[in-house]
């Protein structure tokens, strides 16, 4: 088993442990190649993507140039064309992904569809890495998915990892990720107050093991990210979960108008995770 290096708070029980924060730059590509072949683990990368032709190109090249050709720690890059009708699928397919269709309800039922198509053998594929991604970031670079993976390879006891990172809008350093600020950070504090220091809720960067992802029920559309935090929270603790700072994120911000119902998505989840009554649907895969 190759070397842990463990995090302050590593010698106590996974349960009763803060969750765990990286920075992107304590891992090397070499050294996340050599722990994957030491712990025999293989990693697949999924991105949901709708109608993002502008981004998933550039992306889809980075993770197949960088992360399966010049070093092979990612095994399976998979992009799902979740109904889009600008140029996504072909794209993605041009630039060396394998692309499966979505259904067109949102992006857990996206996240879901890509499930099935896992090649995972069956020696390994409960120690597989999950990793996923979204398919709008601007200026993608490689420590997105090396950074997630990071915590997973190299330090024992962690199951779920989220990214974290500055989110510049309308030409200033920082403030974006509006609903996480007034929706997703606010409610988790009140209802999970051990996830409260999860700086990104709602991240589409997030990688976990798949004997975890096997126990996850994914919630549809804009709730998905938010419920599989609080799950695995549910399922292995706050020790067993980490978050990587990635630097910078830049992507499409959207409207206010656009952001009301992935608002109330995500307010919706956190109350009926809770085990309260909300008149939001909790659905699943």
Do not use: W
Not at 90 to 115: D, H
Not at 223 to 234: R, S
């Amino acid at each position: 088993m190759a070397a842990i290096l463990a995090p302050t708070n590593a010698d106590r029980p996974a349960a009763a442990r803060a969750i765990a924060t990286f920075h992107h730059a304590e891992f090397s590509l070499e050294q996340l190649y050599s722990a994957k072949k030491a712990h025999h683990v293989t990693v697949h990368v999924i991105i949901p993507a709708r109608d993002e032709q502008a981004t998933i190109g550039e992306i889809v090249r980075v993770v197949r140039d960088e992360l399966m050709v010049a070093i092979p720690l990612v095994d399976e890059l998979i992009v799902v064309d979740d109904a889009s009708i600008d140029q996504t699928a072909a794209i993605a397919g041009r630039q060396g992904a394998s692309v499966v269709p979505g259904p067109g309800l949102g992006k857990g039922e996206a996240m879901t569809a890509a499930l099935p198509a896992l090649a995972l053998s069956a020696p390994s594929a409960s120690s597989a890495l999950i990793v996923f991604l979204d398919g709008d970031v601007l200026e993608f670079g490689a420590r997105f998915v090396s950074g997630l993976l990071g915590p997973l390879l190299c330090h024992e006891g962690i199951d779920f990892v989220k990214g974290c990172y500055r989110r510049p809008i309308g030409g200033r350093p920082a403030g974006g990720g509006r609903v996480t600020e007034l929706v997703a950070k606010p409610s988790l504090g009140l209802f999970f107050p051990e996830l409260a220091e999860v700086d990104q809720p709602l991240a589409g960067e997030t990688a976990m093991r798949a004997s975890l992802l096997s126990e996850l029920e994914l919630a549809g559309g804009y709730a998905v990210e938010v419920a599989m935090l609080i799950d695995a929270y549910e399922l292995r603790g706050p020790g067993a979960i980490a978050q990587v700072d990635l630097g910078e994120r830049r992507h499409r911000n959207r409207s206010l108008a656009e952001l009301v119902p992935q608002a109330a998505a995500v307010l919706g989840t956190v109350i009926d995770r809770a085990g309260l009554r909300s008149s939001h649907p909790r659905t699943g895969s």
